[in-house]
């Protein structure tokens, strides 16, 4: 097996600082931060560790420019929308429900990478106001592609050294063992269960 051909990426396309209210033609020329930061190790799991530490400081960056620290990352999927979600978007458009827009490609991303496939495995990334507390492809994806991951690791005998058993009932892909990432499964299936008892308590009001 060719160790390198397996390796991680941080994808980061977010604006420097909160932008409402700009020039979208301005704010173009030196605001918006592109990042792409490959991460490969003969030792896989080392790579990946990497890749989340680099994927953390950017985080805690952001942070620091909002006068206030990283506590959760389902709470940074709320805080950081304002790095994502920038109100100088030059032309935005719907299709059913998903909205085309400037921001749309926006987000801060670990990728495993494997061959010529780049699979995303954790990030945050931009949502519409209207559609950030629902359960939507992407999150679907993460879910796949973790789970592609550790069948990896496990195929090619490489170490895993924590692994934890998540609960992606809400995304169709039931219980699943995978590498620890910073998002909390087990919370948003609680999340999602409590908005279902919501909704199911107003029908009979």
Request: overall charge negative.
């Amino acid at each position: 097996m060719d160790k390198k051909k397996s390796h991680y990426l941080v994808h980061g396309l977010f604006w420097k600082g909160q932008m409402h209210n700009a020039n979208y033609h301005e704010s173009r020329k030196d605001k918006l931060c592109c990042i792409n930061k490959t991460f490969e190790d003969t030792d896989l799991s080392k790579a990946r560790k990497e890749a989340f530490a680099y994927y953390q400081s950017l985080i805690d960056v952001l942070y620091e420019t909002l006068g206030e620290s990283y506590t959760t990352d389902f709470q940074a999927r709320i805080d950081l929308q304002s790095f994502l979600r920038a109100g100088c978007s030059k032309s935005t458009a719907r299709i059913g429900t998903m909205v085309f827009d400037d921001n749309l490609f926006n987000e801060i991303a670990v990728y495993w990478v494997n061959g010529t496939e780049k699979r995303l495995i954790h990030g945050i990334w931009y949502r519409p106001k209207d559609e950030q507390h629902q359960p939507n492809e992407q999150l679907a994806l993460m879910g796949s592609n973790l789970i592609k991951e550790h069948a990896y690791y496990e195929r090619h005998h490489l170490p895993i050294e924590d692994e934890t058993l998540c609960d992606m009932t809400d995304l169709n892909l039931g219980f699943q063992f995978v590498m620890p990432t910073p998002f909390d499964w087990d919370g948003f299936v609680e999340e999602n269960l409590v908005k279902d008892t919501q909704a199911i308590y107003q029908c009979f009001q």
